[in-house]
């Protein structure tokens, strides 16, 4: 059932200290695939033949053992993309999001860390969900401006 080629994703979900089935393998290829950050939706639509519960369940499963992230793309819509190897979620690690109004996908900016904060006595950060709106490289300078 498992194929050599699915060897690098049974090392990433035991680095995470998740229980490789063939369908965790399935699933954690399909979202390594996508160009952009994707969301549950997009990932039901690949997976048409996997129970909608499992992929429900194994998104849970995937961002409570750190293997993904989550952030609010701004259009109200809820994403995930997988994390950088070693990546903890900490909140020192945490990077800005982008949002291209016009294909409406959405992508992550590793090399951009969000800044720190000096926050009031008392006060900590536990999330910053920052995005970036614009135009990405594959819509380049569209010839109306939105609104
Ligand atoms: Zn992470
Ligand atoms: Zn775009
Ligand atoms: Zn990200």
């Known amino acids: 059932m498992l194929s050599q080629m699915n060897e690098y994703y049974l090392k990433i979900l035991n680095e995470r200290n998740i229980k490789a089935t063939a369908i965790r393998i399935l699933i ?5 695939g996508f160009d952009a950050a994707f969301s549950l939706s997009d990932l039901e639509i690949a ?6 519960s ?6 849970h499963l995937f961002h ?3 293997l993904i992230h989550s952030f609010e793309d701004g259009s109200g819509s809820v994403k995930y993309s997988v994390c950088s190897r070693g990546c903890t979620c900490s909140v020192d690690e945490l990077h800005a999001h982008f949002y291209c109004n016009y294909c ?3 992508f992550c900016l590793e090399n951009i860390a ?3 904060f000096s926050l009031s006595e008392g006060m900590a950060v536990e999330s910053v969900n920052l995005v970036i709106k614009g135009y ?3 819509c380049r300078k569209p010839k109306h401006k939105l609104k």
């Open 28 to 32: 954690l290829k399909t979202m390594s």
């Open 47 to 52: 997976l048409d033949s996997v129970d909608k």
């Open 54 to 59: 499992t992929i429900s369940r194994t998104i």
């Open 64 to 66: 409570e053992h750190q």
């Open 104 to 106: 409406k996908k959405a």
């Open 114 to 116: 969000v800044p720190a």
């Open 136 to 138: 990405c490289g594959k």
